[in-house]
């Protein structure tokens, strides 16, 4: 029997739509390369630490609202997964020594941040206070696919003003919205790093509506870290999937999307197998998905105006480490970014990410020693055409770098690392099959907030794609938002 729908990859974005399928009914099958669910969301173990290979500051697992999309997406298919709250979302350590946490209660957060910046109390408060509304607007209604005509009516009858201030917010960039309110040069390189911290790019190019949902979920649903590491978020959803009656097939790479006068209808694997479905999804990258698994010359024209207005970020290096207990100062919080010089905010090896999951689930690493991931900006033309010995010695230079630089906020990290393993954008393109390894599409230039963010549908028929290469984004809870999208626009088409 022909697949409902077929899933090329099992990452957050690709799960939730699988998921959201079956409990439909559809008949739904995943392919994914690798070994194991995930992604970008995926773990990896080494003598008895459980890494996570990305993502570890979780939105959308709170218990309230409708904007905590894991959790519903879980519940859909009848899992749950434990999730510990992170009492502060971010502990940064940037230049001219401003130094401060964004506590998870909205009010401390604004009292830190004005307790640097006395002159700005009014504009920090207003601005922030600007970001709830976009959130409060979005926190009122289900989140379904933009492209569904009889959605957008019912939503719309149901909750008039707030879809009228979400269509206010839409073409709207978090840098104008700050400067109207905020002055301080300092300040606004302050928001920029807000920004730039998840959107990887300064708040000039980072549309309000995403801002909206960071800025204020943090302090609403909260930041949770799923007990047993980021990976079990995906292993929930598998689970669910199953006993939806999906199905998933793993060490099964997608060589090729098929189509037939036009339209896809199946897919072909790397050892020649072939599958047909009603409805293909492809949750690889849009580069992967119109140059790889589609002929590039044939690629549609919308795709290639995208292009024209999104390009790849870079990738990342990244440090995985089991350090000793006694490296981390009494207090220390779970994730810190690390920047010296503001005018490398966004250059290679500029600002570090970093995140100790330890400190909410001891479960992870051997007891005395906690994971300390770090990762930083890094583009994969640095790491092509090397011989393995030089290969090698490059990763090991960069490693060591990172190491001095992190020596600031966790003094003895050198002396205290049991554990070392260092990916670079070719490891992200390897394990990921991420073209280039990059973490997602940014903006060329600057652009109308989310305007040109595509929905789920493409130019080929019966061919949709879901994840951060679409509305809105990167980020979990943003490609389960796409995934919920997707479903429901796959649900309409084959009305289930
Ligand atoms: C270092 C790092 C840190 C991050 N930190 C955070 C964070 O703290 N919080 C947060 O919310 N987000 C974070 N992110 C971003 C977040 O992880 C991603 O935006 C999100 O996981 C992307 O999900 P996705 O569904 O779009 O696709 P992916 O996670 O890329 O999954 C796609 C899946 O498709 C499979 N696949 C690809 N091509 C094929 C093919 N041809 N055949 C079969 N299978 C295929 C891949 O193997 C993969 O499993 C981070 C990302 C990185 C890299």
């Known amino acids: 029997m022909t697949n409902d729908a077929i899933v090329i990859g099992s990452g957050i974005g690709g799960l939730v ?17 690798y070994l194991i669910p995930g992604g970008s969301a995926g773990y990896f173990e080494r003598q ?36 510990i709250a992170d009492p502060v979302q971010i502990h940064y350590h940037l230049p001219q020594g401003l130094d401060l946490k964004v506590d998870r209660v909205y009010e401390k957060f604004l009292q830190n941040l004005t307790a640097h910046f006395r002159h700005e109390e009014q504009g920090i408060r207003r601005f922030y206070d600007e970001c709830q509304k976009v959130f409060n607007c979005l926190n009122s209604m289900d989140l379904l696919s933009l492209e569904e005509p009889r959605y957008l009516l019912r939503v719309f009858f149901q909750h008039p003003l707030a879809c009228l201030g979400l269509v206010k917010y839409l073409p709207q ?46 302090h609403y649903g909260g930041v949770n870290y799923p007990k047993g590491g980021v990976g079990q978020i995906a292993q929930k959803l598998v689970e ?28 072909q694997l790397a050892n020649g197998e072939i599958y047909r479905g009603k409805r293909i999804v492809s949750n690889a990258t849009r580069w992967d998905t119109f140059q790889q698994l589609l002929p590039a010359e044939e690629i549609p024209h919308n795709e290639k105006k995208w292009q024209q207005n999104y390009q790849k970020s870079p990738s990342f290096l990244s440090l995985h ?45 051997p007891s005395g020693y906690h994971i300390i991931h770090a990762f930083t900006p890094h583009w994969i033309n640095d790491w092509q055409e090397l011989s393995q010995t030089e290969y090698e010695a490059r990763k090991e ?26 990916g670079t954008p070719r490891t992200h393109r390897r394990f990921l099959g991420r073209e280039d390894g990059t973490y997602g599409p940014i903006p060329r230039r600057k652009l109308r907030g989310l305007l040109k963010m595509p929905f789920n549908r493409t130019a080929i028929p019966g061919l949709y794609c879901v994840g951060d290469s679409t509305f809105p984004g990167q980020g979990l809870n943003a490609v389960a938002f796409s995934g919920f999208a997707c479903a429901h626009r796959i649900a309409a088409d084959l009305k289930l």
């Open 321 to 365: 480490m089991g350090v000793k207990q006694s490296v981390l100062p009494e207090g220390t919080e779970c994730h810190h970014i690390l920047l010296e010089e503001w005018e490398k905010m966004t250059a290679v090896e500029g600002t570090i990410f970093v995140s100790i999951p330890t400190l909410l689930d001891r479960d992870l690493a």
């Open 397 to 422: 230079e960069a490693a060591w770098r990172i190491i001095d630089r992190l020596e600031k906020i966790f003094p003895g990290l050198d002396a205290g690392l049991d554990y070392l393993e260092v």
């Open 240 to 267: 669910g999937l199953e006993k939806a009656g999906g199905k998933i097939q793993y060490q099964a790479r997608v060589t090729k999307i098929l189509t037939e006068q036009g339209r896809a209808v199946g897919v």
């Open 48 to 83: 008895g630490y459980r890494f996570d290979v990305g993502a570890s500051m979780i939105f959308g697992l709170g218990q309230n609202g409708t904007t905590n999309l894991l959790t519903r997406a879980l519940s859909a298919v009848n899992v749950s997964q434990e999730a």
């Open 173 to 218: 960039n978090v840098g104008n919205m700050a400067r109207r309110y905020i002055k301080d040069p300092q300040l606004l390189k302050f928001i920029d790093m807000e920004c730039y911290c998840w959107s990887v790019v300064p708040a000039n190019m980072t549309p309000m509506i995403n801002a909206g949902m960071v800025f204020s979920d943090r």
């Open 17 to 33: 739509t699988a998921t959201q399928l079956a409990a439909k009914g559809a008949k739904v099958l995943v392919l994914e390369r």
